[in-house]
């Protein structure tokens, strides 16, 4: 009996998982949300900007983690516009053009933004660290045209933009290492400010740029996009994200410490 | 008499107060300097000025700037009152700037500072504030390069056991003895990524193995200019352990640059072709456990390493060894055990000496209140 | 002389890069972005790389017939797809965006979703409290977990609601996070860093050449 549940087959705690994130999903929870000190961080740069500021968000993310990310970006699009900060967008991604487009257009309808003027999105360029740092010498070297195939040089809200001197800030909202390259290659040598928001996975992986002050914020995962629309006051896909996935952790740790229970007894057992 | 000398007075300190107030305004700007600014690439200069008196009435400074002997011309916006440095970035090379700062008042009224000697933008050759930094840089490489030439010597340098690389010849040899084939795989790096270098070193040490013992070894890559680095890698060590023939191209394959993808296409080939030995050393993300708890699932022996250290967990857990950080970049000494090579990790070793140093000697400091070691550093940051 | 050129050009790049990082100079800047935009210009060339290999790879599957080649064809069904429609009318066109958003988008989001199911068997398997070190990663990684949802400050204030501070779980998170774990982090990153140089200089100098087939 011991040595089953020790080897429990993997195929049943996948149908543990799979209950665990399918019945909150039919039957929602609401849990409370506490802010965390990184978000709140991002949250009060943003208020803090005067209307006509820039900011700048990289969609460096694929479908793979658009749950996670998507909320994220609409909650700060929708803070970016209510507060007249123009926002510019882009990728470092193949494959988050038409859901970062998809997104933006979505969000500035919502919110009655112009495109031009109050935000522009770019598209992707192959090259990452390459395209980094070129943008810091001219964007408009790097994205001669927006996602819409119009010159920049015809797109109102960048004749007064050049590079990295005339942006605020530049949000990473990030599935993989682009945060990292973004901190080495665009705060380090244009020192300009970053905040990234990322997926749960590498969070921890933040925390050091965090206590040198070389991230603005951090939102992380599914907590981090919940608690910006708590900020905002606009409970969406991230707040039903992080309920949905209340239970699995809760899972997970109870999985652990059965483990642990009958790991001992049988190491009792054998003396 | 008297009332004749009350009302001149009374006049006279009328005069001076209303005299006073209008002047407030109108005090220009003093001690201003025009300067090439230090440490860029020649095209900017700073212009510096006092600090105004808080009742000076100043509400702010309008800089104007002339070349040669044209006219005073405004450049910029008007700075807030607390302004003593401006940069003028719009300068071109090889011309003479001069500059006058304006201060302005709330009613408008302004007073222009003195002209300031002709300047010209020139670049520096060394960023002198980064000088702490190359210091640092030629310290630590001579540590280095003089570690390695002292290898060359003979001199042995004693490197401790890494259980992860001492199971490369048992887990190829276990490859070997089941008849089955060697899964590498390279992460998600591209070529100018150092861990995918690291790990196509380890690769080149592989694949001289996989030669002796004529072990099929794949290799599904993720970035296409790597996949034709590794091919020619792996044709050499092929060719230099005497089996060309050996040497099988198509085993060395592009998937996709997609990274869950790639996942699926690397898992896909696990599954279906159950390879006794996997390596995972490079760059990698998410789909670090995604990997590692197939190749657990089919039962082959895997060594994982990385320098992406939050994936390191999920190696551990799901891996028989793993390379933790730099360990992946000591691979290539410790496996070709080449002097030279080994060289270069004593040096390694004398940098984190240093840095140890200087965090002990950091702390020592700040705690005794002396601060000048954090301002340098924050200085060179 | 094959190996040679390379060597000698990595040699060059290399310090000439370095260089440029301490000097200010417009000379050494237009180097520097000289090289960078090059870098630039090679990525697309890259991905016309990759899309070669790729009909490569699978057009000699179809022809050897090797296991499961019919699935070569569905390779080739799905980039004729996305460059028919993706060349000609770009990616905004909504055929092209339809099959992103309910292809590619569910294909990529079950393979990252998988994670949640192999963490669980994962954790469950390799998370014992066999040593003291290994039962304090346990406890640590127990307080994280709970602390990262909301469920474990409701926990937290409903049972443990007689402590004197309130959201234990995800202020013991933050804590956790920022200090124990930055030190390991910190520690790995020194490392790491390190030897990223040495492997650098390794091969700045030619030392390191196993990357080009390795030998003299």
Known sequence: MLSKLMNLDRRLIFIFVALAVIIPTLLPLNLPINVSEPTQKIYDYIDALPAGSTIMIAFDYGPSSLPELNPMAKAVLRHCFDKGVRVIGMTLYPFAPTLADTLITEVAEEAGAVNGEDYVFLGFRPGGEQVMLRMGISIGSVFEKDYTNTPLTEISMMKDITNYGQIDLILDLASGSTTDLWITYVNVKYNQQIAAGVTGVIVSNMYPYLQTNQLVGLMPGYLGASEYEKLIGVPEKGTQGINNASPVHVLILGLVIIGNIVFFIQRRREG | MLKTIQWIVVTLVLCISVSTVFSQGLTPPLNVTAVDTANDDGSSITIKWDAAAEDSGISGYQILR??????????????????????????????????????????????????????????????????????????????????????????????????????????????TEMGR?????????????VATVASMTILAQVARRTADYETPLRVPCNDPIVMNVVREMVKTAYL?????????????????????????????????????????????????????????????????????????????????????????????????????????????????????????????????????????????? | MKRQVPLVLCFLFGVVMCFTQFSPHSFSQSIYDEVVYWALIMSPFALAVGTITLV??????????????????????????????????????????????????????????????LIASAAFRAFRARTFEASLLLISAMIVLIGNVPVGDLIWNTVLSWLPWDNGASEARQWILGNPNLSARRGIILGVSLGVISQAIRLILGIERSYIGGGD
């Open chain 2, 181 to 193: 084939s060697i899964l590498y795989v390279l992460g998600l790096g591209g070529v100018s990524g």
């Open chain 2, 66 to 175: 002339r070349i040669a002997d044209g006219e005073l011309e405004t450049i910029g916006d008007l700075l807030p009152v607390g302004t003593t440095t401006y940069v003028d970035s719009a300068i071109e090379g090889g011309t003479a700037y001069t500059y006058v700062v304006r201060a302005v008042s709330a009613t408008e009224a302004t007073a222009d500072s003195e002209q300031t000697a002709p300047v010209e933008g020139s670049g520096e050759w060394f960023h002198t504030e980064k000088t702490p930094l190359f210091i640092a840089m030629l310290l630590f490489s001579a540590a280095i390069v003089w570690n390695i030439y002292n290898a060359r010597s003979g001199k042995e340098v004693f490197v401790r056991r890494i259980p992860g690389l001492e199971a490369v010849d048992e887990a190829i040899g276990r490859a």
């Open chain 2, 240 to 381: 230099e352990e005497g089996h060309p023939d050996a040497y099988n191209e198509e085993n060395i394959f592009f998937l996709t640059e997609d990274q869950f993808a790639y996942a699926a296409g690397v898992d896909g080939i696990m599954v279906r072709e159950k390879p006794a030995t996997v390596f995972l050393q490079g760059s990698f993300a998410a789909e670090s456990l995604i990997l590692a708890e197939t190749g657990n699932s089919i039962g082959a022996i895997q060594i994982a390493g990385t320098d992406s250290e939050h994936q390191l967990p999920f190696f551990i857990a799901a891996c028989d060894y793993t390379l933790i950080g730099e360990e992946l970049y000591a691979a290539s000494a410790y496996l070709s055990k080449e002097p030279m090579l080994l060289g270069s990790l004593r040096g390694q070793d004398w940098g984190k000496v240093l840095i140890f140093g200087a965090i002990a000697l950091g702390v020592i400091l700040e705690l005794s209140g002396i601060t000048w070691i954090t301002t340098l550093l924050q200085r060179v940051n």
């Open chain 3, 56 to 117: 490569q790879t699978h057009v000699i599957r179809i022809r050897r017939r090797t296991e499961h080649w019919q699935y070569s064809f569905v390779v080739f069904a799905g980039l004729l797809t996305m460059v028919v429609i993706g060349l000609p009318f770009g990616p905004q066109h909504p055929a092209f965006a339809w099959l992103f958003n309910n292809v590619q988008v569910p294909l990529d989001a079950t393979m990252f979703s998988l994670l949640a199911f």
